[in-house]
């Protein structure tokens, strides 16, 4: 073989070994930032560093019993003899706790909070461990016999007791038992679904995901308890089921240890299940240093290529990979689905280091040999094969993505839809506040009249066919076009003062007297719409809904609710299910104060977003193609979705690029083929979101024809050039060596 030859070789290996530790820096910093949301107040803590993320994670938040944390899923029954425990119970220790009343002193170890229900009469319960945990009795809860002395019996609509937060009850690590007596009314299943027995909320006046720091439930639908905890990574863990009776006592206690959960009803074990660490042991070890691998690979084949040492080669990869895990890991501080570790600095290290040691025990040849394959099976498939395998692939993606683009649409809305104001179907999440106008329309709010509408109605900025209902105005409360039902009082009639709107309270609000059938029909025909009202909460108001178009409580088109100081909306589609809630969006701080807010909720087909008096919220719901894949396989959070959109444009566009790469590659004439890239980049994407655009209507989104554009063009470019340097050995040679020098493996 002569020199030249020996060059070109050398050239081709060098190139597949920069290919290749380009592509390994890629693949690190993909699976680490997407899907991404970065959300600093949840920002996770550094004590997890080392200890895996099984360990329940301190919030902060009061500890309730009978309600969750957005005063929803209320109790109906009663409960007795409370306790929590910072220690995991053995199942002797359990059955020596059923019939025994709540201890005086000394205070059994690890019991932190035990609450007896022994009062009989008042508006707080006694921390019997003398730790200060007082529990207040919120909306009356009736004072009652228990299992063992008093009780309390919680009626099913809004009743509980709040415990505020102590450093006994924040409990966190890998240590708990919860335990308690308990007798859930009989017609909790069919009347009322699921409930809440005890919760410390992971978010305040929130249910967002994890839902809990530390919680069960009684689930209508399986006819069990639930325990669930949040984690230090913030990943909700359960529902682990204990099977339990209804209209009997039970005594139920859930005990975790850091690797199991387990459930005794009555002193009997009936769980015992593994709990999976999230944390950097185990398979997550193993997949670090195999994400790390190909980069220290390519870096130890141009290190061999260009003749470093061994030592010096190894060294440097080692040190590579260290300095870039560990810049990575203090990144994900502000990632609160990732867990920053030690360990993962010490694993991805490694994989960096045996890639360098892989590529000096290999010689150098995997690359070559690898180039010179690829080629030769480039080479004889002919290029009509190629087209036909882009052609097959666009075809392909573009029926998927027209199947997962239905998925946000509304067509599943429900024509018997009532309009309720101030409550839901159920009657048991009554909004207290006023309410002073309301407009739906079917279209979508443009953002470009940010701040236009403020004093305005609907149709003066939209125009079309818009619902409005005044109601300032002395009722009823007719729609002013006349083609939908008026609004009719359900319960008390509250007192108002004239032109201030209707007020609602716990027993009275306002439900259409037919259903919404014109208006679901509008609605469902163009997938948008957008919503005008005007509110104001009531001084100190519980959580509940503001408004609600739904069938039944279980069955919902839209809802909007307040938590707290926080707007609730839950918007049906194929993705987010019947309720709404997989996920909800969460507006935080709308309300930090009883004072009237113009809120115009709109949704153009993809993109469900909130106008608080006039101005854009960063929060959104993104209904995209690649949030209905991912919604398929997991539970998701709205801060995920934009990150999922980009992943699943990417996992159409690059291959097709690549694949457009490898069909042009015969071509070299510069200007004709830069013009094929960009013009075939542009239709591709062009395709693509016309086709997305008259499923979910609305504009064209730019945005992502850009984006598709752009990585069409830029990944079949890369490959383009990159094949035609190896072909025609244009990358630079080792300097120092002469041509006669030039040696491979």
């Known amino acids: 073989m002569n020199a030249g030859d020996k060059g070109k070789r050398l050239d081709k290996a060098i190139g597949w070994a920069r290919l290749t530790a380009v592509s390994g820096l890629f693949l690190i910093l993909a699976a680490t930032l997407f899907p991404y949301h970065f959300l600093p107040r949840d920002q996770i803590r550094f004590t997890s560093l080392l200890r895996g993320s099984r360990g329940i994670q301190a919030r902060g938040n009061s500890l309730l019993i009978g309600v969750d944390g957005a005063f929803g899923q209320p109790l109906n029954g009663t409960i007795d003899e409370v306790r929590i425990y910072r220690r995991t119970l053995s199942q002797a220790d359990i059955q020596r706790d059923l ?87 009989r017609d909790g299943k069919n009347s009322l679904g699921d409930q809440v027995i005890l919760a410390k909320p992971w978010h305040s006046n929130s249910m ?6 530390y919680a069960v439930e009684f689930g209508a639908t399986t006819q069990t308890l639930n325990f669930y905890f949040g984690d230090m990574s913030g990943t909700r863990r359960g529902p682990y089921e204990c099977p339990i009776r209804l209209g009997e006592w039970s005594h139920v206690a859930f005990t975790y240890d850091g690797a199991e959960v387990r459930g005794y009803v009555n002193g009997q074990e009936k769980l015992s299940a593994p709990v999976i660490r999230n944390g950097p042991i185990g398979f997550d070890i193993l997949a670090n240093v195999l994400l790390y691998m190909p980069l220290g690979f390519g870096l130890g084949c141009i290190a061999h290529q260009r003749r470093s040492r061994q030592a010096t080669a190894v060294m440097t990869g080692l040190i590579i990979g260290f300095a870039l895990s560990a810049i990575i890991e203090a990144l994900q501080i502000a990632l609160p689905t990732r867990v920053p570790s030690v360990i993962d600095v010490m694993s991805n290290s490694l994989g960096t280091m045996l890639g360098s040691l892989a590529a000096f025990f290999g010689g150098g040849r995997p690359f070559e040999e690898l180039g010179n394959q690829l080629q030769e099976s480039l080479s004889v498939v002919p290029t009509s ?106 319960g008390k009639m509250p007192l108002r003062s004239a032109g201030e709107g209707v007020v609602t309270t716990r027993t009275a609000w306002l439900e259409s007297e037919a259903p919404m059938g014109r208006l ?36 919902l088109d839209f809802e909007m609710g307040q938590e707290g100081a926080n707007l609730v909306l839950n918007l049906r589609t194929p993705i987010t299910g ?67 959109g980009r992943m699943y444009y990417g ?18 004439r510069w200007p004709f083929t830069a013009f094929l890239f ?44 990159l094949i035609g340097t190896f072909n025609h050995g244009h990358l630079g040679r080792p300097q120092g060596l002469d041509q006669s020098e030039v040696e491979i493996g």
Not at 395 to 400: P, Q
């Open 385 to 490: 094969k190629w087209a036909t395998i882009f052609l097959g692939y666009a075809t392909l993606t573009l029926l998927l993505s027209a199947k997962l683009q239905h998925a946000a649409t509304l067509g599943t809305w429900h024509k018997a839809s009532t309009l309720i104001l101030g409550n839901d179907h159920s009657g048991n999440r009554p909004w207290e506040g006023q309410i002073t106008q309301l407009e739906v329309a079917n279209k979508a709010f443009d953002g470009s009249l940010e701040n236009k509408f403020l004093g305005k109605t609907l149709s003066n900025v939209l125009g079309g066919w818009v619902a409005s209902y005044d109601l300032r105005a002395e009722g009823p409360y007719k729609e002013r076009s006349g083609s939908l039902p008026a609004l009719s009082w359900k």
């Open 651 to 668: 996992m159409v566009f690059l291959p097709l690029g690549c694949i457009w790469g490898l069909l042009s590659r015969s071509n070299r």
């Open 208 to 213: 967002a995901e994890p839902f809990y720091q």
């Open 578 to 644: 019947v309720n709404g809630r997989q996920p909800e969006l969460v507006v935080h701080d709308v309300f930090p104060n009883a004072s009237l807010h113009d809120l115009v909720v709109t949704f153009d087909g993809s993109k469900l977003q909130v106008y608080v008096d006039g101005l854009l919220r960063p929060e959104s719901l993104d209904l995209n193609p690649g949030t209905a894949l991912a919604a398929k396989l997991f539970r998701i959070r709205p801060e995920e979705m934009k990150g999922f």
């Open 520 to 555: 679901v029909e509008e609605i469902m025909k163009a997938n948008q719409f957008a919503l005008k009202i005007g509110c104001t909460p009531a001084a100190h108001s519980r959580p509940g809904r503001i408004l609600s178009l739904s069938k039944d409580h279980d069955d």
């Open 678 to 721: 960009v013009s075939v980049g542009f239709l591709m994407s062009a395709i693509l979101e016309v086709t997305l655009m008259g499923i979910r209507g609305g504009a064209l989104n730019t945005g992502n024809l850009l984006v598709g554009t752009f990585l069409i063009i830029g990944s079949g470019w890369v490959l383009h050039h």
């Open 99 to 185: 019939d025994t009343a709540s201890p005086t002193l000394p205070v059994p170890a690890g019991l932190v909070a035990a609450y007896s229900f022994d009062e009989g009469a008042g508006n707080s319960v006694t921390d019997s461990t003398h730790n200060g945990s007082k529990g207040n009795l919120i909306n009356g809860p009736m004072w009652t016999m228990g299992r063992i002395g008093g009780g309390v019996d919680f009626n099913g609509v809004n009743q509980y007791v709040e415990v505020q937060n102590s450093p006994f009850i924040d409990i966190s690590g890998t240590n708990i038992t919860l335990s308690f007596w308990v007798n859930i009314a």
